[in-house]
């Protein structure tokens, strides 16, 4: 698609940018709607990221536009809003999901749902970011949610960094007599 061409349907990079999202958007309504289904939050959150960001096929561009339309929306609040804004559908969807886990007893009483429904909406947008980056460069995963959603340990000090997979087990809690648990 060539610059002109674009220029000769969309008449600005905003109207562009809104038809864009309109259709991203009903493919998280599509992922909301089965992950809707699954009987549990943990359910639910993995349902969505295979239906709403895995279902885009070999094309990883459509999980790109949605991390980038994440971050513009904190930077530039006039592109947000609306029916068709994916990036408030998803974050409006994880907390729905939190508070119907709590209706039916799913988390404990006590649980700051509000830290919980933060990290689930940095987990769905870190998914996406890994999706739209191809994934790991070497084709492994040292982390797959779909596997399990409790790789993170509760109340862990954020680390933002690059490092191997030796320096990272350092930091990893494991019991050496059972390799198979979770860290």
Same mark, same amino acid.
């Given at each position: 698609?060539?610059?002109?061409?674009?220029?000769?349907?969309? =008449?600005?990079?905003?109207?562009?940018?809104?038809?864009? !999202?309109?259709?991203?958007?009903?493919?998280?309504?599509?992922?909301?709607?089965?992950?809707? =289904?699954?009987?549990?939050?943990?359910?639910?959150?993995?349902?969505?990221?295979?239906?709403?960001?895995?279902?885009?096929?070999?094309?990883?561009? &459509?999980?790109?536009?949605?991390?980038?339309?994440?971050?513009?929306?904190?930077?530039?609040?006039?592109?947000?809003?609306?029916?068709?804004?994916?990036? !408030?559908?998803?974050?409006?969807? +994880?907390?729905?999901? &939190?508070? =119907? =886990?709590?209706?039916?007893?799913?988390?404990?009483?006590?649980?700051?749902?509000?830290?919980?429904?933060?990290?689930?909406?940095?987990? +769905?947008?870190? !998914?996406?970011?890994?999706?739209?980056?191809?994934?790991?460069?070497?084709?492994?995963?040292?982390?797959?949610?779909?596997?399990?959603?409790?790789?993170? +340990?509760?109340?862990?000090?954020?680390?933002?960094?690059?490092?191997?997979?030796?320096?990272?087990?350092?930091?990893?809690?494991?019991?050496?007599?059972?390799?198979?648990?979770?860290?």
């Amino acid at each position: 698609l060539t610059r002109p061409a674009i220029n000769n349907y969309f =008449a600005s990079k905003s109207l562009l940018y809104r038809e864009v !999202m309109c259709r991203t958007s009903n493919g998280v309504l599509e992922g909301i709607h089965e992950a809707s =289904a699954a009987p549990t939050l943990g359910g639910q959150i993995v349902e969505f990221i295979q239906v709403a960001i895995l279902s885009q096929g070999a094309d990883p561009s &459509v999980a790109g536009f949605l991390v980038q339309a994440a971050l513009q929306a904190k930077r530039r609040p006039e592109l947000g809003g609306g029916d068709s804004d994916a990036v !408030m559908l998803i974050e409006q969807f +994880v907390r729905d999901s &939190v508070a =119907a =886990a709590v209706q039916r007893g799913e988390l404990g009483p006590g649980l700051d749902t509000d830290a919980l429904t933060d990290t689930l909406i940095g987990v +769905v947008w870190g !998914m996406a970011f890994q999706i739209s980056s191809g994934g790991p460069r070497d084709g492994r995963r040292v982390v797959d949610f779909r596997d399990h959603n409790l790789h993170v +340990v509760g109340y862990s000090v954020p680390v933002d960094a690059r490092m191997p997979l030796s320096e990272l087990r350092e930091h990893i809690h494991t019991l050496p007599d059972r390799p198979g648990l979770i860290p």
